[in-house]
Structure formats: structure tokens, C-alpha cells
């Protein structure tokens, strides 16, 4: 979006998270508070974005990478003092520049857009956003003329009892002139107890010089909400839940129960796909359309194609073709790639594996650092020994190949086409192609020698 700029502070300290971790980065439904309001303007097409950091600098440079510049605010000293660390980027642009904060992770492309629209109609030299509340106490409190203009915003403790009654509150988020912000944000001045410098002194330099200064009212003041301690955390993280969940739902998915499902900010899910309960999504998975996931299906970066069931199981990082059936109790972890047709069962354990189209491995097995052909089956119990104690080892198994029960497979070793493995075997040496192999020893029957055992007892 071209002569749209926008400020991101983000320098605050936190101290109320009682955190190790800096304040931006606590994770809102999968994604650090800050990059959610970085890719909200990325949504809008703005471009020219600074991101002003302080505390935590380097951890939130590494987490928003070079998507942003950055402008480094060492000493906290209010919200203007942190806007003025920003003035050599806007510096000789033209346009309109928006104000925003890290801490508000819920604000939505709408009505963010909603607001850039109507500075830009009524041509303002400022227009905050604000939020009407039940309870506006603590909140600082926007004055409007007769005609509607915003002629201060006076804090809590500074209102007479007429300004504390009323509700229309500050949130703190501003679009700007970028010319008169930058004439308004140098005269600010920290003539007050706390001796720093706030952002909502640019209102009164505006209308003193004559400026327009708006408000515009969002919708749902709950998508102001900044962040500030763990308990805000938890409310912002339910809100953001349902508003994904909904969104889903919008689109063509069943959500069974949607307060037990949990699906973070990026996963992308196809048209029909039917959720159930405890189901978590995170990451960037992306589940086709006619799905069902759950019940308790968890899945993390798992690209899941069309017509696939997942019940009761944990997938990592891998890759889901179509048609596949995982479950109950797998544990798919990363690296693995499940071929089309193909059946993952019960207490199966996959790492680093390459199931192929129409194989199963129904149950009570191992497969790691392996590539299965298509067609096999994997009889219970069967075991990829993959690690020697220093390095892991390759198991190659080809197409149509059946392995008995209770196999195990010593890497690196390689299963030739519809080669078979009898049950039992121990398998140390490759298996040519259409040979049984037999590595077990000879069974021998001792005859008579029940009887030479004591016997217990008889109750």
C-alpha cells in the first residue's frame, strides 16, 4: 500500500508477564503477540513498516527477521520518546502513518483498514481509535466537541467527575499525517510527575495548531485489547481461538466442539473437513478438504491431503497424501511421509520414514529411517533397528514386499520387490527380490519335560 507507513512499538519491558521471555513474544495461538500485528499490515499491503525495540532487541529482530526495520529505544521514556526513535524512517515521506503497538495482537485487517479509510475520507491530521466499554476506569478518556472532534484524551487521574463518566476510551492506536505527526511528536514535552514523554500530548499540539483530530469507534472494543500480564494473555489466546475457529467454520469445516479445538493462527483447512473434539492444529499444517481429524488428533506442520482420517495420534513435520488412514495412537514424527491409500495403525511409531501408495503398518511397530515401496505390509510387532549407538541406518524395503510379524530389520539392509520375511526373523543381510527369507532358529520340541517340572500347588 503505497504513502502508508507504519510505527510498531515495541520496546516495553513487561514486567508484569513475570517472564524470561519478552512480552512481544509471548505466543497468541501459536504466534508471537508482535508478529501477528506485523502480519495483520502485511495483509493491508503496507510495505514500509519500523518496529521500535528496547528490551529483548536482539530476540525480536531474530523472530521478525528482515521483513521490518528496526529503530532502538535504550531508555524508556513514554510513548512519544519511543515514536521519536522512529523519525529517521519517516523522515521526507508524504502519506499517513499508523501507530500501533506489539502487545495488541487481536486488532484485525478490517478494522484497521476501517480506520485508515476514514482518516482518509475526512483528510485529518490525526484520527484515534477508540472503544466504548461498560467499565472505561483506568482508561484515558477522549473529549469530543460539539461537532464531534477529539479535543483532548485526559487520563484517569487527571478527569473531572463529567470526563469520568465517559466511556468512549483511548486504545492507544492512531493513524496519522505523517507530516503533521512529525511536527507534533518534537514539541512533545515531559512536563509531568513521570518526566516522559506520551503520545497523547500530539493531540492538544494538533488542535492547537489549528489541526483536525478525529476518533474512530471499533466495532468490537475486545480487539483493542493490549496484553499486559498472563491473565490478559489468556483472554486475548480465547479470543483469537474462537475467532479462528469461526472463521473455519465460515468457510466450509465442522468444528464438533469448538470450545475443546484448538487451532493456531496460520493452519490453512479444505472445504467439508470435519473436526473433533480435543483436536489441536498448530503451526502451518494444511489439511485438504473432506478430512476428519480427532477425536484428540495433534498435529504440527503436517501438510494432510484429501480424504484423510486421523484419530487419537500425534503428527510432527511430516507429510499426509491422500486417502491415508493414521490411528488410533500413532505417532508420526518429523521427516515421515505417508504415501496415498496407505494405513499408519495402533501404536505405531514413525520417524524419518517413507510409507509408500497402499502400504499398512497396522500395529505395534517402528519404522524409522526407512523407505517402504508401495504395496507392503508390515506385520505387528515389526522393528526397523536403525541406530547403532553412533549413527543411524537405512532400512530400504521394496514394492509389494510382506514382512511377517514380529520382524526385526537391521540397518542398513535392504527388502527386494514382493520379496517376503517370515515371521520372527531377524533380518542382518539384504533379501533378494521374490525370496523368502527365514532367520530364526530351529524350533525344537523337548518331549516329556512338563512332567519333570515341579508342579504348584493345587488350591
Known amino acids: ?9 515495541a520496546a516495553g519491558q513487561g514486567t ?90 487481536l486488532l484485525s485487517k478490517e478494522t484497521l483498514q476501517e480506520l485508515l479509510d476514514y482518516h482518509l475520507e475526512q483528510q485529518a491530521a490525526a484520527t484515534v481509535l477508540t472503544a466504548v466499554l461498560p467499565d472505561p476506569t483506568g482508561y484515558g478518556r477522549i473529549v469530543r466537541n460539539e461537532s464531534g472532534e477529539v479535543v483532548r484524551i485526559v487520563e484517569q487521574k487527571d478527569a ?3 470526563e469520568r463518566a465517559i466511556r468512549e476510551i483511548n486504545t492507544g492506536i492512531y493513524c496519522y499525517n505523517n507530516e503533521q505527526l512529525l511536527k507534533a511528536i518534537s514539541q512533545v514535552k515531559n512536563d509531568n510527575a513521570q518526566k516522559e514523554y506520551y503520545v497523547t500530548d500530539c493531540v492538544e499540539i494538533l488542535r492547537q495548531a489549528g489541526q483536525k483530530v478525529l476518533a474512530f469507534e471499533a466495532a468490537d472494543p475486545d480487539e483493542t485489547m493490549g496484553v499486559n500480564d498472563r491473565v490478559q494473555l489468556s483472554f486475548a489466546e480465547a479470543y483469537m481461538r474462537r475467532r479462528i475457529n469461526e472463521h473455519h467454520m465460515r468457510n466450509g469445516v465442522t468444528i464438533i ?35 476428519v481429524l480427532g477425536p484428540q488428533a495433534d498435529l504440527t506442520n503436517v501438510q494432510v491431503g484429501a480424504g484423510v482420517s486421523i484419530a487419537y495420534s500425534v503428527l510432527v513435520d511430516s507429510v499426509v497424501e491422500n486417502d491415508v488412514n493414521v490411528g488410533p495412537f500413532a505417532y508420526v514424527r518429523p521427516q515421515s511421509h ?6 499408519i495403525g495402533d501404536f505405531v511409531e514413525l520417524k524419518n520414514a517413507k510409507i509408500g501408495k497402499g502400504s499398512k503398518v497396522p500395529h505395534l511397530s517402528y519404522v524409522g529411517d526407512a523407505e517402504i515401496g508401495d504395496n507392503v505390509n508390515i ?8 541406530y547403532d549407538g553412533e549413527k543411524k541406518h537405512k532400512t530400504i524395503v521394496g514394492d509389494n514386499a510382506f514382512i511377517g510379524c514380529n520382524t526385526n530389520l537391521v540397518a542398513p539392509v535392504k527388502v527386494g520387490d514382493n520379496a517376503y520375511v517370515a515371521a520372527g526373523s531377524t533380518i542382518n543381510q539384504d533379501v533378494p527380490e521374490d525370496a523368502l527369507a527365514i532367520a530364526r532358529e530351529r524350533q525344537t520340541n523337548k518331549l516329556g519335560y512338563a512332567a519333570k517340572m515341579p508342579r504348584k500347588a493345587k488350591k
Open 160 to 162: 473531572s467527575p463529567e
Open 379 to 386: 506385520g505387528c510387532g515389526s522393528i526397523t533397528v536403525n
Open 1 to 9: 500500500m503505497s504513502n502508508i507507513h507504519a510505527v510498531v512499538l
Open 257 to 291: 466442539d469448538p470450545s475443546s479445538t484448538y487451532i493456531e493462527a496460520d493452519v490453512v483447512i479444505g472445504q467439508d473437513t470435519v473436526i473433533q473434539p480435543g483436536t489441536h492444529l498448530r503451526g502451518k499444517s494444511v489439511i485438504g478438504q473432506d478430512v
Open 16 to 105: 508484569r508477564m513475570k517472564s524470561k521471555l519478552y512480552k512481544v513474544l509471548h505466543p497468541v495461538c501459536g504466534k508471537p503477540m508482535v508478529q501477528h500485528v506485523v502480519d495483520t499490515l502485511a495483509d493491508m499491503q503496507v510495505k514500509d513498516v519500523v518496529v521500535v525495540v528496547g528490551h529483548g532487541a536482539d530476540a525480536v529482530k531474530e523472530t521478525l527477521g528482515d521483513s521490518v526495520a528496526y529503530a532502538l529505544q535504550a531508555e524508556q521514556l513514554g510513548t512519544a520518546h519511543a515514536v521519536q526513535q522512529a523519525i529517521p524512517f519517516l523522515t521526507g515521506k508524504t502519506g499517513t502513518t499508523l501507530l500501533l503497538y506489539g502487545d495488541v495482537p
Open 338 to 343: 505417508i504415501g496415498a491409500g496407505a494405513k
